[in-house]
């Protein structure tokens, strides 16, 4: 994985971003050799004031700025035609704001969905791996012909993409212009568009039939499920974030389903976000996407409402039963407890091929993570932080988990928020793309496979209390 030199590493995080309901301490000291040793001395500690939340967790190395825009620019075929655009308001830079990511082989894609009513003239595009500078220019993807000109055969409006193991690109085209003025435009019907990256052709397009498009609906993450190289057997899940539900397409037969269940709704309390003092409130359904390594011939899809504080799953098995999946609806299972008390939303979420899921915390600008295989489940104090940085991390959208033989975890934080409701400023860095080693993230934190799980000593005290 390319390493850019001199740019700063996000350290995990410290104990505010912790959750603090069952204890006041660092995730530095929730180690294996303090669930061995610690519950012995901790309340000692606690009691003389030596056990703080100032404690300072060993340096290792977290999350790496790969790349940082202010405004992004985009490659014109010529500076002539890039001069013009900019001149005749085809391309404005303060309407244009990078939202989805993946990466494969060397290069890394980002989508920019249209939405405000001009000057977003690419909506998919590409950047290097390594050794594009700082703030390189945005090339479009799979060329500027997919995003000019009149008609739904372009490149619409690309909210997601998800590279699958077989080398291709699925592109969820939602469809759907100028969001951000509060009266979107469904401009084309939502449609999913394959490409082959070693030649950066069309494979296969398929539109949603109309009855599984809501009113209202918008179409804003993809997650594919290929197995054991079985790539004509590819199944993809999009996420109605709008009108909480799943579609499932399967490549087999080229045909898809909707999937409704209460679980994709968003939790009233989780509609309210504090983010740097800019609230706002968000209905926002199902939305996060991560599935498990495949175990015992299936995998499973783990889920989360953007406006929610939980995890949920289901077999991906169910959903991949067209027939039955309405009588399945008791197999999806709400997991455990909530992340945290209270700014808890999650945005996009990945499982490694170790079964650990990674998460955005947008309300903490911070990048968490649980270990799915953890016999005590969903819990919060197994909840931990990766890295944590109220500027590079601020509001962490999207997230991906690569199919490097080493994994990597790559993150796009793009202050979304103040995209919507107030002004980005453009003397500061609003968009970067960040990475680092999955198993170095969750080195010594709760999510790591090697971390020994005590459970918390029960309160005896009730059962000490002598009979009146």
Request: glycine fraction near 8%; proline fraction near 8%; charged fraction near 20%.
């Amino acid at each position: 994985m390319a390493k850019a030199r001199g740019r700063r590493q996000l350290w995990p995080a410290v104990a505010p971003l912790y959750h603090q309901e069952r204890y006041q301490f660092t995730p530095a000291l929730q180690t294996p050799a303090y669930n061995q040793l610690g519950a012995l001395w901790l309340p000692w500690l606690l009691a003389a004031g030596l056990a703080t939340t100032n404690y300072q967790q060993a340096p290792r190395q977290g999350l790496t700025e790969l790349y940082r825009w202010k405004q992004v620019d985009l490659q014109y075929p010529s500076p002539q035609e890039h001069a013009a655009a900019l001149s005749s308001g085809e391309f404005v830079p303060a309407n244009n704001l990078p939202l989805g990511l993946d990466c494969w082989g060397d290069r890394v894609f980002l989508t920019l969905p249209r939405w405000k009513p001009t000057g977003v003239p690419v909506t998919l595009a590409t950047v290097p791996r390594s050794g594009g500078g700082e703030s390189p220019p945005l090339r479009p993807y799979p060329s500027w012909a997919w995003h000019r000109g009149p008609g739904c055969e372009r490149l619409t409006s690309v909210f997601r993409v998800n590279v699958d193991p077989c080398g291709r690109l699925w592109v969820l085209d939602s469809g759907l212009e100028d969001v951000a003025s509060g009266s979107p435009r469904q401009r084309c019907p939502p449609q999913l568009l394959v490409f082959d990256l070693a030649t950066d052709t069309l494979l296969h397009r398929y539109r949603l039939p109309r009855e599984q498009v809501k009113e209202g609906s918008l179409f804003s993450n993809v997650v594919v499920d290929v197995r054991a190289g079985r790539c004509d057997d590819a199944h993809a899940y999009l996420a109605d974030v709008w009108r909480f539900a799943l579609v499932v397409y399967r490549l087999r037969d080229d045909t898809s389903w909707r999937v409704d269940h209460p679980l994709f709704f968003p939790e009233p309390a989780s509609c309210r976000y504090d983010v740097h003092g800019l609230v706002f409130r968000w209905t926002d359904g199902v939305f996060g996407l991560g599935l498990s390594p495949e175990e015992r011939g299936d995998r499973t899809l783990f889920f989360h409402a953007m406006s929610s504080g939980r995890e949920c799953a289901v077999p991906a098995s169910v959903l991949r039963n067209q027939s039955a999946v309405d009588e399945m609806g008791d197999l999806f299972a709400q997991l455990g407890e909530p992340r945290y008390p209270d700014r808890a939303q999650a945005s996009a979420s990945g499982v490694d091929r170790r079964g650990v899921l990674f998460y955005n915390l947008v309300s903490r600008d911070a990048v968490g993570c649980w270990n799915t295989r953890q016999p005590r489940g969903h819990v919060a104090d197994l909840q931990g932080v990766v890295a944590a940085d109220g500027e590079a991390l601020r509001f962490p959208n999207d997230l991906k988990v690569d199919h490097g033989e080493r994994q990597a975890v790559w993150v796009l934080s793009n202050r979304l928020h103040q995209f919507l409701y107030a002004e980005l400023d453009p003397a500061e860095h609003n968009f970067r793309v960040l990475t680092g080693w999955a198993d170095e993230l969750t080195r010594d934190t709760v999510c790591d496979p090697d971390y020994v799980d005590v459970p918390p000593r029960e309160d005896l005290a009730p059962r000490l209390v002598c009979p009146v």
